[in-house]
């Protein structure tokens, strides 16, 4: 399953399928959507030598071009292709959606193509945000409630269901779908998906059995699982070390791209020197186009600094060569390999200067300290030996504050029935949320009070977590049963990689099912994480594992590090 590859064949196809010269219309949307995995230089070479915006005004009238338009089907976007019919822009229009388009949506298009220009309707499920080859996103910034209220959290649900059957039918996949029991979003989220894939009246041609798209997975049963970030509140306050987790967590990546503008620490770009020299610097991370970022995005900050200095010398040696240019046998070679060159001068440079900003963070902010302390936390049982580290922390000026409220939030969740903890917390909230200069760009820009420490407790304790779920594995009756999962990221072990996700050990019960070795864990997976009614999909309990692949859809958002898993 390569969610990337899926939508790339999507966009290829799209303009493919259309002779001549063409411009590719996308909403805000499709345009983030298609940008992760599709160039402009892509496009050219394909004969597409415009990218626009459908929401944009005054656009060039361009009547001796085709427009490829790609848009999610949302009443919003009809309304304006409607409009846009009604005044063309383009010498023909062929109409790609990245959903399901309603009957009466295409009726309501028909009616407004007056000059008999839309050449082609059709439906390419590309409705979501391929990260990695196998890690998407809905691009969602506010977590879904249940019994959504509101215009936004009503829109917000819907587009949620509208993506995972994107996803589906991309990998053509018709799932058993389980979900948290004690989330009702996930239960409602399961229900509706329900509806689409085995009862909507179109669910039998758009969700046929997999065995129709791939014979090899009619003996292999998949499984959609939706699970709620409260299962794992550990994880997200865990600092990351492998490349691409480190580059969100301390720096933030968009859309792929990694904005090098901001300071490294403190202060606004206004007066920051450093910021102002790198002012609009962006760069951008792909999986497809970056071939030593393919390469290394999952190696760890060690074994990736080594790797960058490797090619830094094979970048040097190729530029000392380049200079030496005594024949018209070399300035001939420089020609042909000038392209590969400037790439990999371009690469060097990009993540020389994404390394030298994730090494003035790390020790900025004294993540090597600090880490270990995390690890601490979210693995062992040792409050006496905890409370002192934190006070110790606690006493130094140059810990950030918001590194010191997530060591304080991982203690708060590791002993959260501990009596002591009380005492400790308070005196954690005078401490963090004091007076201090620098509280508006650290806690105050996130808008944290003190309240973080109750609304954390209230959002995942112990009534709200799965009960297969024992998220610091103490004292826990499967712990025995668990015991012989394989741990740590691909088995290394060390003080910055001790804590394993929940969502790894949750997968590799489902994967191994009733018939695996750990069978007491998947019959407690199988009652926390229960088949939606009508859900089944035909793949019985999963008791055999899911050798049809397992889809993974996180409510409140997922880690880089766990899209490793």
Known sequence: MNIIQSIQDYVVQMIDSVEGMKVLVLDPETAGIVSMVFSQTQGIQKECYLFERLDIQGRKPLQHMKGVCFLRPTEYNIAMLEEELRKPNYGEYHLFFSNILSEDKVKALAEADEYELVHTVQEFFGDYYAINPDLFSLNIEKPLKPAPRGRKQQQN???????????????????????????????????SLCNKVYSDSDSKSLFPNEASWNSASSSSPSLLLIIHRSDDPVTPLLHQWTYQSMIHDLIGINNNRVDLSQPTSGGSTSDNPEAKAKAGKEVVLSWDQDSFYKANMYSNFGDFGVNLKQLLSVYQTQHKANKDLQSLSDMKKFIENFKDFNKLAGSVTKHVEITTRLSKVVDGNKLMDISPLEQELAVHQDHKSAVEKLESFSQMSDIDKLDLLRLYLLYSLRYEDNPASQDVIQHAKKNIFSYNKNIEDEIGRLKLSPKVFDNLRKFSNVKNRSSAIDLFENQSILKMARSQLTR????????????????????????AGKNGKNNSWFEALDGSYPIAEGGSGGGGNGGGGYGGGIIVFVVGGVTYGEGMV
């Open 157 to 191: 649900f819907v587009r949620v269901v509208d993506g995972l059957t994107s996803v589906l039918l991309s990998l053509k996949k018709r799932p058993q779908i389980r979900f948290q029991k004690n989330s009702p979003i996930c239960k409602q989220l399961a229900s």
């Open 488 to 511: 740590g990221i691909k088995g290394v072990s060390n003080v910055f990689t001790q804590h394993t996700p929940v969502l790894k050990r949750t997968i590799e019960g489902f994967i």
